[in-house]
């Protein structure tokens, strides 16, 4: 066995490192590719990715570069870079160092958002005249997202926190991927058809153009459209657009912003009251004030046997008006907190979340669809069983009818 002087990992890509740059070609590489995750650094550095079909290379054009464009970078774009090929040492990873970077056309998922984009706006779908208002004070708002994703978390803080008057139904739904529109769409229409929700929130956290594709879709916007219940898209971060946002009754620039427009604050709700409050019981004292000053202005019009006694009498009067005023502002303040406390407590019970968290579950088949019979699978079936913190994957053993559902069928 031969033995070798062991190389450090850093070692190792600064090796590396050097290689490819005495690589004549690598040092002056012009790349043709599509932006992909594309994020401008508040430092003034841009971070992508450039893809065609069959590959990905991580990209980086630093401000002085950056500051020379003469156009706007965005995710879909076709783009023609020229720059050198390095390595980041801490991570080992080799990527494009971008000096100057043009437009070559515009990427196929770009055409296709644009595309879609013009023919629903002249179709009207992006009507002004067509959104809803959104109610002021929801009883019941339903959420269309992954049941454990950041966003659902999100969301429930907020809401729960803002404004614990409304109660929250989650439908579990896939937003990313294969059979995620369907799946979207699903949701949609069995909100618009139980009308189980005053308002509905309908989106998932950032990522990349492709991530985010669902909500380009044509069946969801028409889903959207068509919904009579009114909607707030809340997909991504503020920088995302979809079709989606345009098409929705109200665009949040995140789920957590879209949580905050759907519901009042009960902490200003609590402020106005208060104050409404207070401008009645200063109200009330002055009035009472004022009575007390005219009971001690002689009355030269009227015959009194004992003026004395009739002040006393109706000083004594008003004062019991005034304790009794008093009492009862602060019984109803006393009963407005209670309700308060009652309504917190039967949000945070219903919590889709704390439903997983004790031993509940959605099994959903291999298409992604929700199973709710046994009707709806066959042995072999490949399920997948959706847990408080991930997932599990299954395969049907055997499919049993209880004693009760047998009994339904042979009536029926």
């Not at 604050?265 to 009575?291: D, G, H, P």
């Not at 001690?296 to 003026?307: G, I, Q, T």
């Not at 006393?312 to 004062?319: T, V, W």
Request: with cysteine.
């Amino acid at each position: 066995m031969i033995e070798r002087q062991a190389l450090t990992v850093t070692q190792v890509n600064l090796y590396v490192k050097q290689l490819i740059s005495r690589d004549d070609i690598l040092s002056n590489v012009l790349v043709k590719g599509e932006l992909s995750n594309f994020k401008a650094h508040s430092s003034g550095h841009m971070y992508m990715s450039l893809k065609d079909d069959t590959g990905v290379i991580r990209a980086v054009m630093f401000r002085s570069a950056a500051a020379r464009l003469d156009f706007k970078p965005a995710n879909g774009m076709k783009v023609l870079a020229r720059g050198r090929v390095g390595v980041y040492e801490r991570d080992g990873q080799y990527q494009l160092y971008i000096e100057h970077m043009e437009q070559d056309g515009i990427g196929d998922l770009y055409a296709a958002f644009e595309k879609l984009k013009n023919k629903l706006d002249k179709e009207g779908l992006f009507s002004p005249g067509a959104k809803k208002p959104l109610p002021k004070y929801p009883k019941t708002i339903g959420v269309i997202t992954a049941p454990t994703g950041a966003a659902i978390r999100d969301i429930l803080n907020i809401l729960s926190r803002r404004f614990a008057y409304s109660d929250v139904l989650l439908y579990p739904a896939l937003v990313q991927g294969e059979n995620s529109a369907a799946s979207i769409v699903e949701a949609i229409n069995y909100f618009d058809k139980t009308g189980t929700a005053d308002v509905l929130i309908v989106g998932r956290g950032g990522g990349s153009i492709e991530d985010l594709w669902s909500f380009n879709e044509e069946s969801v916007a028409r889903a959207i459209y068509n919904c009579r219940i009114p909607i707030v898209s809340a997909v991504g971060h503020e920088v995302d657009f979809t079709i989606s946002d345009f098409v929705a009754d109200l665009r949040a620039p995140t789920p957590s912003a879209a949580a905050e427009l759907v519901v009042p604050s009960q902490t200003e709700l609590r402020e106005k009251f208060n104050n409404v409050y207070l401008r009645l019981y200063t109200c009330a004292v002055r009035i009472i004030e004022k009575k007390r000053l005219e009971l001690k202005v002689p009355a030269e019009s009227r015959v009194l046997k004992n003026p004395a006694s009739a002040i006393d009498n109706s000083r004594i009067y008003l004062d019991s008006l005034s304790r009794s005023f008093e009492n009862s502002c602060q019984r109803l303040l006393s009963e407005k907190k209670h309700t308060l406390r009652e309504l917190a407590s039967k949000l945070e019970a219903l919590s889709p979340l704390d439903m997983l968290g004790r031993g509940f579950s959605v099994t959903r088949s291999g298409d992604g669809m929700v199973i709710s019979s046994v009707e709806n699978v066959s042995e072999g079936d490949r399920i997948s069983v959706m847990l408080r913190d991930g997932s599990l994957g299954a395969v049907v053993k055997s499919v049993e009818e209880t004693q009760f559902r047998s009994q339904n069928k042979s009536e029926r």
